[in-house]
T-cell receptor, first 114, second 114 residues
């Protein structure tokens, strides 16, 4: 069965510090990988995606992620966070099982402190 | 603004009742996805429609049904409601049904079952 595991439910970090949000997936078929962000009282919006090619993917707001096929991981990083980065972050995989569906992890709450 | 419109934004009803949630996708998007977000289950994929046809099913209960109309808007029908159905229901759309594309999320419909 396919699954997405976000290893940390909450990550508190000080402003201007680096952060890494961890994501591992399990799938017997090829997948596309995504990170989405959800601000309070809003829907999700795309941060970045990996389809193929270079394993280091850059997204919006200074975020980047690295695909590691051998470890089936897709960790999200930012070298210096801002207060405005406080939000819920979701890792997702899109896979084909007769039709495409996108499965999300449980989410990681990033809390940036001043 | 993602371009995806969901109505109603909030809905309060009683157990045993039936409700309909509506979603208008972004202009030109042929795919509509429904998700349920709750504190204990996270973001669960329910169903995917592409150009009027059901393409993939997730953890959708038999009491729930959905359809996509010729004008591409979609409705999610929830019947015989239970307390546990209280959740935020998101609709997302994408241009194609091929899985590599970004999902654009609406702001959700918050359902409270009393």
């Amino acid at each position: 069965a396919q699954s997405v595991t976000q290893l940390d439910s909450q990550v508190p970090v000080f402003e201007e510090a680096p952060v890494e949000l961890r994501c591992n997936y399990s799938s017997s078929v090829s997948v596309y990988l995504f990170w989405y962000v959800q601000y309070p009282n809003q829907g999700l919006q795309l941060l970045l995606k990996y389809l193929s090619g270079s394993t280091l993917v850059k997204g919006i707001n200074g975020f980047e992620a690295e695909f590691n096929k051998s470890q089936t991981s897709f960790h999200l990083r930012k070298p210096s966070v801002h207060i405005s980065d406080t939000a819920e972050y979701f890792c997702a995989v899109s896979l084909y099982t007769g039709g495409f569906k996108t499965i999300f992890g449980a989410g990681t709450r990033l809390f940036v402190k001043a | 603004d993602s371009g995806v419109t969901q109505t109603p934004k909030h809905l309060i009803t009683a157990t045993g009742q039936r409700v309909t949630l509506r979603c208008s996708p972004r202009s030109g998007d042929l795919s509509v996805y429904w998700y349920q977000q709750s504190l204990d289950q996270g973001l669960q994929f329910l169903i995917h429609y592409y150009n009027g046809e059901e393409r993939a099913k997730g953890n959708i209960l038999e009491r729930f049904s959905a359809q996509q109309f010729p004008d591409l808007h979609s409705e999610l029908n929830l019947s015989s409601l239970e307390l546990g159905d209280s959740a935020l229901y998101f609709c997302a759309s994408s241009q194609t049904g091929q899985g590599a594309g970004e999902l654009f999320f609406g702001e959700g419909s918050r359902l409270t079952v009393l």
